[in-house]
């Protein structure tokens, strides 16, 4: 049964940092594309970042620059560095499986204050 545990949200002011991170089990992580998701009130769930097998990465616009995702397969965690935030990034983060979207973790919340 697939599960994930995110961690590392807080609340920071606008330009700070957070590093998120994503304990994952279940499915085979080394053979997984692992993604990053975020969730804010009244929003839908929307993807942000995604890491596959070959370590190549893709960003939504609004994160480019901003995040970086990596992961660490002897760990079965994948991880969030987020930079430069903005009050707008503040949302609940989700990690899952590339194209699981049955089960999910309880996220984490950021918050960023202007």
């Known amino acids: 049964q697939v599960q994930l545990v995110e961690s590392g949200g807080g609340s920071v002011q606008s330009g700070g940092s957070l590093r998120l991170s994503c304990a994952a089990s279940?499915?085979?992580?080394?053979?997984?594309?692992m993604d990053w998701y975020r969730q804010a009130p009244g929003k839908q769930r929307e993807l942000v970042a995604r890491?596959?097998?070959?370590?190549?990465?893709w960003y939504a616009e609004s994160v480019k620059d901003r995040f970086t995702i990596s992961r660490d397969n002897a760990k079965n965690t994948v991880y969030l560095q987020m930079n430069s935030l903005k009050p707008e990034d503040t949302a609940v983060y989700y990690c899952?499986?590339?194209?699981?979207?049955?089960?999910w973790g309880q996220g984490t919340q950021v918050t960023v204050s202007s």
């Open positions: 279940g499915r085979d992580f080394v053979s997984s594309t």
């Open positions: 890491i596959r097998i070959s370590g190549n990465t």
């Open positions: 899952n499986f590339f194209l699981n979207s049955q089960n």
